[in-house]
């Protein structure tokens, strides 16, 4: 291996390890907030209310759909949300027989809090970076996430259709691909 083949390899393992230090930091917050919360509202049922918020009304198999979630799961956290007034469910224009769930203002309200309070924890984590700093870092998040989404995308779609069950799909960038848990596209 050439010193410069060395040193890429040294810096991806860099990126790796540092993105699973990140992954194990962001599920142990979450498993705290989630302890915490009580009653509140979980980041799980935000991201069913940010979703119907930014698609509109839909049906709820549309939601599980758009979330990468079991329809049982999505339905039980639907019920929660229409019982706390933050989603309702309306008539389907095109099928009067179906409803589509759609934000209520309580649920609007909820969604701003949930930002605000993200934004307020963001600027705290980012606090002592410059402006510039912030920019570069965001434009490299940009461009790690849309990488790492299209590789991921590429490694299952080629394992999900090979006649024998999954395989290694032989690649240069499977070598940079880090933990994903199953059903997730962490």
Known sequence: MTALAEHRAAAVA????????????????KAQLLAAAGNDV???????????????????????????????????????????????????QRDGR???LAVTDAGRAAIAEHERGRQAFFDEVLTGWSADEL????QQMERFTAAYDRVHAALVGARSWHPDGPQEVPSQQNNSIAETPKGTNA
Not at 135 to 138: A, D, T
């Open 14 to 29: 860099s990126v790796t390890d540092s993105f699973i230090d990140l992954q194990r930091t962001v599920r142990r917050s």
């Open 98 to 100: 179906a409803c589509v």
């Open 42 to 92: 979980e980041s799980a049922t935000h991201l069913l209310l940010h979703t119907v918020e930014s698609e509109g009304p839909m049906r709820a198999s549309t939601l599980a759909a758009n979330v990468h979630a079991d329809l049982s799961t999505v339905s039980r956290q639907v019920t929660a949300l229409v019982g706390r007034g933050l989603l309702e469910r309306r008539a389907d």
């Open 135 to 138: 920019r570069q870092f965001g």
